[in-house]
């Protein structure tokens, strides 16, 4: 395994590189840096919290979901061993992505395990459970509905309104039988097509089929899913929603957050002034408060501050939050320690920590998912004959094409000595000009710039030369960069699991489990 810092990447943004970095400028917006020894720290503050999740509420919840679902020993031990006071959970969430989506779908789960068996390790006496947060109540039904497959893109058509964990399942036979004819006949490839079967044409809505492909593939390490659309659960959160009704808490204090931040960084979610969603089977849409009214968005439904307390207070699983307020909703539930999030879940992150502190809430420890580039033994022998380096891989293809060019030609394609010296002769000459006709600077300055221009000229002729000489050497790279970064994006953003499983096969995940280390920080490049 090799490993190349996320700054090194050059994928990654200013608020996760400075993060990863401690800088001063975001010390303020999160509590403790993840590392083993702060999660001691984490631990205490955590059992002494005053806002502490009901044990026996999440236990039943959990086991009523899962009661019609088949899921391994080590999972129901987990689920059990969430009554006892000693155990914490580590969470993770995700959406219903069609088919588990990009391949960091895989990575923010096996760094959630792996984290949990690594505290263990460390902290004996206590139990750490992996999570996976379903985002069920989510309704951006686009960005969910296909996966990638060797550069085709395989969609779920249909109609959606309200949360996509209530959708059904109809319309994805004909995405089966179009992953049939692409996952082929071989011992993987039958595979594939009978976990997509027997996920999403076995069951009747889209949370019961992710919870069922989830199971499937991590059911040997334990992990809990949870399925927060939930009364009970909600229930819990109601002192927390009728805040955000009343006083519009988080509006106020992630916005104070947001002016601080966004002098050094991009913004990633701005509150608004309610953070919470009406919700029922076919609807999820914004709560507006106009005037003494409560409006739902786009919809003719209002309601009294009277009344929409009463609805709280019968329907709490009507209320659904937001991005704002999802992560507070999720720490009050779980025995939560910390949160694996990408880098975008990090960045909205930051801004909540002035609002936990007001509503009397432990924040959590974050830390970045894993992240890896996977290459097998035939890729990894070709980038050695065209002696590229595993780091070299990550720069953009036209200066990847461009050094490896000027390493392998006999000529030099650098013209940066010549342009120096072509600008100590024009600095000369304005000398002289300076001292004598002050009016002729401005030609010289002209022929300058003229000069400069043809160098460059000169130099791009030369390189595009050199790249026809190599030709052969070029297209290689070219294509085996293409293959490692999909339209040159990170891998995992792009490539769906099923491509690396019928290569791999059952040794896919734990193969990735094994070489994952989630408090090393770095962005990892494995052989397999």
């Known amino acids: 395994m090799n490993t190349i810092t996320y700054k090194q990447t050059g994928y990654f943004s200013k608020t996760v590189t400075d993060f990863l970095a401690k800088s001063d400028q975001l010390t303020n917006y999160y509590k403790l840096f993840p590392t083993i020894q702060n999660f001691e720290k984490q631990l205490i503050a955590k059992t002494n919290s005053k806002t502490l999740c009901n044990r026996k509420i999440l236990v039943n919840s959990l086991l009523k979901q899962y009661k019609n679902s088949s899921c391994s020993e080590k999972t129901i031990q987990n689920i059990h061993l969430l009554s006892k006071e000693q155990t914490f959970t580590i969470t993770t969430g995700h959406q219903l992505n069609l088919f588990t989506g990009p391949l960091y779908f895989l990575y923010k789960i096996i760094s959630t395990i792996n984290l949990c068996e690594e505290l263990k390790v460390t902290y004996s006496k206590y139990n750490f459970v992996p999570i996976y947060w379903m985002a069920t109540e989510d309704h951006d039904f686009e960005e969910i509905q296909y996966f990638n497959f060797n550069t085709k893109k395989i969609t779920w058509n249909r109609n959606s309104s309200g949360a996509v964990g209530k959708l059904d399942t109809k319309g994805l036979d004909l ?96 509150p608004r002034k309610i953070n919470l969603f009406y919700l029922t089977d076919k609807l999820r849409e914004r709560i507006i408060l106009d005037g003494n009214l409560y409006r739902i968005n786009n919809t003719n439904i209002t309601f009294s501050k009277e009344e929409i307390l009463t609805e709280l207070k019968n329907y709490p699983q009507r209320f659904s939050p937001n991005v ?191 070489n994952l280390k989630p408090l090393n920080l770095k962005f990892s490049i494995l052989t397999f």
């Not at 007001?358 to 050695?384: D, G, W, Y």
């Open 175 to 270: 995405v089966f039988e179009k992953i049939t004819a692409l996952f082929g006949t071989s011992k993987n490839g039958k595979y594939l097509t009978q976990l997509f079967k027997n996920s999403y044409l076995k069951h009747n809505n889209l949370t019961d089929a992710t919870r069922y492909l989830t199971n499937e593939l991590f059911k040997d390490y334990g992990l809990v899913i949870l399925d927060a659309d939930n009364a009970d659960l909600k229930k819990e959160f109601i002192p927390f929603a009728k805040e955000e009704l009343l006083q519009q808490t988080s509006f106020k204090e992630v916005t104070k957050t947001n002016k601080t931040l966004s002098e050094n960084y991009k913004i990633q979610v701005n």
């Open 324 to 514: 704002i307020v999802r992560p507070l909703y999720q720490e009050i539930i779980l025995p939560n320690l910390c949160y694996i999030g990408g880098g975008g879940e990090l960045a909205y992150w930051l801004e909540l920590k002035s609002y936990f502190k007001k509503v009397n809430v432990t924040f959590p420890i974050l830390l970045l998912r894993n992240s890896a580039l996977i290459l097998n033994e035939k890729q990894s022998r070709k980038l050695k004959k065209l002696l590229v380096s595993k780091n070299e891989l990550f720069l953009k293809q036209h200066d990847l094409i461009r050094k490896k060019v000027t390493e392998m030609s006999n000529l030099d394609l650098d013209f940066s000595k010549q342009k120096v010296f072509l600008q100590k002769q024009f600095s000369h000459l304005k000398e002289i000009a300076s001292k004598t006709d002050k009016s002729f600077i401005g030609a010289v300055n002209a022929q300058e710039k003229k000069q400069l221009k043809g160098l460059n000229n000169l130099e791009k002729r030369l390189l595009k030369a050199e790249n026809l000489k190599l030709k052969n050497m070029v297209n290689r790279i070219s294509e085996i960069q293409n293959q490692l970064f999909p339209k040159q994006c990170l891998q995992e953003r792009q490539v769906n699991f099923s491509e690396l499983y019928l290569e791999f096969g059952e040794q896919l995940i734990p193969s990735i489990k094994e």
